[in-house]
């Protein structure tokens, strides 16, 4: 079985298989595809053990080593991740590893706890919204450099910080990247923005959150976004190059819970 159900026209399938056929990889080249193709990829109540999500994420691509073995505890509650102070990041749309040069290729989550309220997950789509664009704002945008840092997304979460935290943020990469990622194996463009920009290069601070705040207002609009509404079990995979995502607002001493893994970036963004 491998059947296939678009959710909307431009983000989003739901991918019917059965756990077997999944964990094998018989149909991975199928997915790999898929996941391109549609930003986002979803196998409902797949409820797949840790073990099962490895095995799976090693068909599609190489396996990042953090966490156990690559899979990592999503979660607000510090006694269970110990990066759950980062977690509160994820409310605010991003890509993973923005800040590093080589961004996630993909990460996938399986939901083991669910938030009482809230706590959907949305991937927009922004090979799309940059096909989208006018040719002269394609023009405009192919000269724009943007400064991605740690430091962006955690003032919004710690609007208060010190002196202290902010030091220690900025021990962390950060990187200037194109506005526009010009994908060398797929010749496809994507918008390349979120939490972690910083400031646009050659501007006023002024003008870059105007010019930020506007391209994501356009980059978001509801036909670019897939909004997935869990079920425990459910497998979500986005491509991490072509998309952004964000985790809906949920009670910050909720017990929710998602099993994580990356897969590794395979191409740099420059
Ligand atoms: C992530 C992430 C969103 C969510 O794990 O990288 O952004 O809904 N998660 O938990
Ligand atoms: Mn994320």
């Not at 431009?10 to 080249?29: F, H, N, P, Q």
């Not at 994820?90 to 993909?106: E, R, V």
């Not at 194996?185 to 920009?197: C, E, I």
């Not at 190059?241 to 998602?258: F, N, V």
Request: hydrophobic share 35%; charged share 25%; aromatic share 10%.
């Amino acid at each position: 079985m491998f059947e296939t159900i678009d959710i909307s026209p431009r983000v989003g399938t739901e991918v019917k298989i059965s756990k077997a056929d999944l964990v094998s990889g018989k149909y991975a080249a199928e997915i790999e595809d898929l996941i391109k193709k549609r930003s986002a990829v979803v196998f409902k109540g797949m409820g797949l053990s840790a073990e099962e999500q490895l095995e799976f994420a090693g068909t599609i691509g190489t396996v990042t080593l953090l966490g156990e073995n690559g899979l990592s505890k999503i979660s607000l509650d510090p006694t269970v991740s110990d990066t759950a102070d980062y977690t509160r990041g994820a409310f605010y749309w991003h890509i993973d590893g923005a800040n590093d040069l080589y961004p996630a290729k993909a990460t996938m989550l399986t939901a083991e706890t669910l938030s009482e309220w809230g706590g959907d997950t949305l991937i927009c789509n922004t090979y799309a919204a940059y096909d989208d664009l006018p040719d002269e704002k394609k023009e405009e945008y192919s000269r724009i450099k943007v400064r991605h840092a740690l430091e962006a997304t955690q003032r919004m979460v710690h609007p208060d910080y010190s002196y202290a935290e902010l030091q220690r943020w900025r021990t962390r990469p950060s990187q200037t990247h194109p506005l526009v990622w010009h994908h060398k194996d797929s010749g496809l463009k994507s918008l390349v923005m979120g939490a972690t920009a910083y400031y646009v290069h050659d501007m006023s601070r002024e003008d870059s959150d105007a010019f930020l705040a506007q391209i994501m207002d356009y980059a978001t609009q509801d036909q670019y976004v897939y909004r997935h509404k869990w079920t425990v079990g459910d497998l979500l995979v986005w491509d991490n190059t072509g998309t952004m995502h964000r985790a809906d607002t949920y009670s910050l001493d909720s017990k929710r819970l998602m099993n994580r893994t990356t897969l590794e970036g395979e191409e740099a963004l420059s």
